[in-house]
């Protein structure tokens, strides 16, 4: 077991976007059933890069009031109503909604951290120019406001096959972007890999479960990916291509409770089924989170 899981809770922060947001829809429940714990917030720009967040963070140093990112949290170690550790800092949304905006450096200092975790957006997690001198920003800023912190970087996931940047729904042939889902995985992957090795980090292989799973089923189809919202209309696929639907969100919490928790989720008896699309995959689904985990080891590949 991962010297993490001695944490309980751990207190996780992520610096992300949509691809980390998710882990709240049942990240939380995967570790109660696991009997273990976290305490887990998120700071949410959608489709935030690092560059962006590089920005956000020099603009921060500006302005301390500069409030950008949603914040969204579980936390295990609050009683029902209890205000987070981190309330102080939070700020009014657009709409006057109070508790909801904060900064990365005023979140950073907030709470005493076990992890972070950062990742790149999605649509430039495969192309290797876009990862620094950003990375190294956002990394020199955990490591002033929350020095105690392990870093730990999330490997994001390629597009479902109904998305035209990997697949031109013509041909049958590369999207738009000149190559295919396995080669938008194999960059990334590669990516995150280097940025993992140069600074001495561990990865949370979201993405390699996903092809786990697209690997392991015998018939393959758009509509059975754990990536994507998809309907056929007319001949085309229209909807959402690049989420996780609610069986990828439930494969990605198997990841970061097996991960950062240490918990052998192929013991784990539950499932969201009610929400699932596929809900007797959910044995499969277990079992591809746990062979992505096993599988990658420290420091990637």
Not at 127 to 147: M, Q
Not at 206 to 213: E, I, M, N, P
Request: hydrophobic fraction near 40%; aromatic fraction near 8%.
């Amino acid at each position: 077991m991962s010297a993490l899981a001695a944490l309980a809770p751990l207190k996780i922060l992520m610096i992300g976007n949509s691809f980390s947001i998710s882990v709240l829809s049942y990240g939380p429940q995967v570790a109660h059933r696991l009997d273990t714990g976290m305490d887990i917030c998120s700071l949410y720009i959608g489709g935030c890069s690092l560059a962006r967040h590089a920005g956000n963070i020099r603009q921060a140093g500006v302005d301390p009031d500069f409030a950008p990112y949603a914040v969204r949290w579980s936390y295990d170690s609050l009683e029902t109503g209890a205000e987070p550790p981190f309330a102080g800092v939070l700020k009014p949304d657009g709409k006057g909604v109070p508790h909801r905006m904060a900064n990365v450096p005023q979140m950073l200092a907030a709470d005493k951290w076990d992890v972070v975790t950062i990742q790149q957006a999605s649509h430039e997690s495969w192309n290797p120019a876009t990862y620094e001198p950003f990375a190294g920003e956002v990394i020199a800023t955990v490591r002033k406001y929350a020095p105690q912190a392990k870093i730990v970087i999330q490997q994001t996931w390629s597009y479902c096959d109904a998305d035209g940047r990997i697949r031109d729904s013509a041909s049958g042939g590369p999207g738009s972007w000149g190559f295919d889902q396995a080669g938008m995985f194999e960059r990334l992957a590669e990516n995150y890999g280097a940025l993992a090795r140069k600074y001495g980090f561990e990865i949370i292989p979201t993405g390699r479960a996903v092809q786990l799973y697209r690997e392991s089923l015998p018939v393959r189809d758009v509509a059975d990916d754990v990536v994507g919202n998809v309907r056929s209309e007319n001949g085309a696929w229209k909807g959402d291509t690049i989420h996780l639907n609610k069986d990828g969100e439930y494969l990605q919490a198997c990841v970061w409770v097996a991960k950062l928790l240490g918990a052998d989720v192929a013991k784990l008896d539950w499932a969201p089924e009610s929400a699932m699309r596929h809900p007797e995959n959910a044995a499969l689904i277990r079992r591809c989170a746990a062979a992505a985990v096993a599988e990658l080891a420290p420091g990637g590949k």
